[in-house]
C-alpha cells in the first residue's frame, strides 16, 4: 500500500511538472486539485526551517537537536515523491510537451481552462465557505490583480546572470502560489524561450544560476505562505481563489496567434466554439470527477492523513479570523465534510 501511494505522488509530481512548464498553467493550482498542496508548503517550511536551524547551531557547537526535530515535521514520503515526479516531468515536458501546446493552443488552453474553473471550487470550501461581503471584496481585488498581470505585453531581456537569478526568484513564487503561471511569468519578461532551450541543451551555467535564483524566492516566499497559512488561514484561501479567478484569463482559448501580435490579448470566442466548449466542459469535469474520487476516499485516507499531521505537528492554540475559530494546524477554518 505504500508503494501506491510513492507511485500516486510521484504522479502528483509529474502532472505538477506538465503544468509549470506550459505558460498560463500554475503548478500550484495542480498541488491544491491532487490535495498536496498544504502538506507540500508546510514541509517545505520546515525542512528551511531545519536548514537555518543547523547553519546557525552546528557552527556554534549546540548540536542537531533543534534541526532535527524541524526536518522529522516534513512530510518526506510525500516530498521526495512529489520532486522526483516533478523535475522527470519537467525534462520530459520542455522537449516534448511545449511544442505540442504551440501547435494545439486553443484546444490545450480550453482542457486548462475548464480544469482552472472548476478548481476554483477547493480553496473556496477550504477556506470555510459562508463568505461574508469582505471577503468577497478581498478575493475581487485578488481577481483583478491577477487579471491585469496576467495581460502584461511580453517584453524581451538580456539573458545575463543577474536578470535570469531575479527571473527564477520571481518564476518560482508562482510555483507555490495556485493561480498564478511562473511559464507565464518567464513568458512575459521574455524568457521563457531561453529557459526551456538551456534545458534541452542542458546549459549547466544557465540552469545553475537559473536554479540558485529559484532557492533564494523559494527560501523566502515559501515561509511567508507557510505563516500565512498558519496563522491566516482563510483570509490566505479566499486571496488564493481570487487569483485563480483572475488568472484564467491567460487560459481563455481564443487569443490572437498571428505573428507580432501579443498572446495576452484575448479575442471573443470565435473559431471552432462547439469543440472548445466541449473541451472546456471536459476540463471541468475532470476536476469533478477527481475531486469525487478524493471524497470517496476521505473515510480511509482522512484518518491516515490526521495522524501524519498528529505526528509532525503538536497542537496550538486556535486563532480566529472574523470571529471564527480556525484551526492553524489546518489553516482553514472548521467545516462539515470537505471536497
Not at 512548464?21 to 498536496?36: E, N
Not at 520542455?94 to 472548476?118: D, M
Request: glycine residues 10%; neutral net charge; charged residues 15%.
Amino acid at each position: 500500500m505504500a508503494m501506491v501511494t510513492h507511485l500516486l505522488n510521484g504522479v502528483r509530481g509529474a502532472l505538477i511538472g506538465i503544468a509549470e512548464v506550459i505558460p498560463g498553467i500554475s503548478g500550484g493550482t495542480v498541488a491544491l486539485i491532487t490535495g498536496v498542496y498544504e502538506r507540500l508548503i508546510t514541509s517545505a517550511g520546515h525542512v528551511l526551517s531545519g536548514l537555518r536551524l543547523a547553519a546557525s547551531d552546528l557552527p556554534r557547537r549546540r548540536g542537531w537537536s533543534r534541526a532535527a526535530a524541524e526536518f522529522q515535521r516534513a512530510h518526506w514520503g510525500l516530498v521526495i515523491a512529489v520532486l522526483v515526479g516533478m523535475f522527470a516531468a519537467l525534462i520530459v515536458g520542455a522537449r516534448f510537451i511545449g511544442p505540442l501546446v504551440e501547435e494545439y493552443r486553443q484546444q490545450t488552453f480550453a482542457v486548462f481552462f475548464g480544469l482552472v474553473l472548476a478548481s476554483l471550487w477547493v480553496p473556496y470550501t477550504h477556506s470555510g465557505r459562508g463568505w461574508r461581503p469582505a471577503h468577497w471584496l478581498l478575493a475581487a481585488v485578488a481577481a483583478v490583480g491577477a487579471f491585469l498581470l496576467t495581460g502584461l505585453p511580453s517584453t524581451q531581456v538580456e539573458a545575463g546572470p543577474i536578470v535570469v537569478g531575479a527571473a527564477a526568484a520571481v518564476a518560482v513564487c508562482a510555483l507555490v502560489l495556485p493561480g498564478l503561471s511562473g511559464s507565464f511569468l518567464l513568458q512575459t519578461m521574455g524568457l521563457y524561450e531561453p529557459t526551456l532551450a538551456a534545458v534541452n541543451e542542458r546549459d549547466l551555467a544557465y540552469i545553475g544560476v537559473f536554479a540558485l535564483g529559484a532557492v533564494v524566492g523559494l527560501a523566502f516566499f515559501t515561509k511567508l505562505l507557510q505563516w500565512l497559512l498558519e496563522r491566516h488561514g482563510r483570509i490566505t484561501l479566499v486571496v488564493i481563489t481570487g487569483l485563480m479567478a483572475g488568472a484564467l484569463r491567460a487560459l481563455w482559448p481564443w487569443q490572437d496567434l498571428h505573428e507580432g501580435a501579443d498572446p495576452s490579448e484575448a479575442i471573443a470566442p470565435a473559431a471552432a466554439l462547439p469543440p472548445t466548449l466541449a473541451l472546456i466542459a471536459a476540463g471541468f469535469l475532470l476536476v469533478v470527477v477527481i475531486l469525487a474520487v478524493e471524497r470517496r476516499l476521505q473515510p480511509s485516507g482522512g484518518q491516515d492523513e490526521a495522524a501524519s499531521r498528529a505526528q509532525h505537528q503538536a497542537p496550538e492554540h486556535f486563532a480566529r479570523f472574523d470571529g471564527e475559530a480556525v484551526d492553524p494546524r489546518e489553516g482553514r477554518a472548521p467545516r462539515d465534510g470537505r471536497v
